[in-house]
Nanobody
Framework: QVQLVESGGGSVQAGGSLALSCVAS????????MGWYRQFPGKRRELVAI??????KYADSVAGRFTIARDNAKNTLLLQMNSLKPEDTAVYYC?????????????WGQGTQVTVSS
């Protein structure tokens, strides 16, 4: 089982920046997908950005403003968030999808609150 610990959330004014960090325990292979998701109150968790090997993918709503980066040697995942908007306010979760046999085990952090004020 992978344990994920997030940090870096907080409050910022619109147009500002925040950086989220996630440290994973256990073995994470570079081919396994790591990512950030967010959840708005009363809504399902949604993808923000993922990275697998050298490939990244972003939600349309954050493309060009957020950057995901991964340090495989340190088992660390980062999310640099620039030009933040009030609609980015949510709880952000770190995720690792571990390959297990023929299936995938989804691992989640505890979540970190990001609040953007107008």
């Amino acid at each position: 089982q992978v344990q994920l610990v997030e940090s870096g959330g907080g409050s910022v004014q619109a147009g500002g920046s925040l950086a989220l960090s996630c440290v994973a325990s256990g073995t994470i292979f570079s081919r396994e997908t790591m990512g950030w998701y967010r959840q708005f109150p009363g809504k399902r968790r949604e993808l923000v950005a993922i990275v697998s090997g050298g490939t990244t993918k972003y939600a349309d709503s954050v493309a060009g403003r957020f950057t995901i980066a991964r340090d495989n040697a340190k088992n660390t995942l980062l999310l640099q968030m620039n030009s933040l908007k009030p609609e980015d306010t949510a709880v952000y979760y770190c995720n690792v999808d571990k390959a297990l046999g023929s299936g995938i085990q989804r691992n989640w952090g505890q979540g970190t609150q990001v609040t953007v004020s107008s």
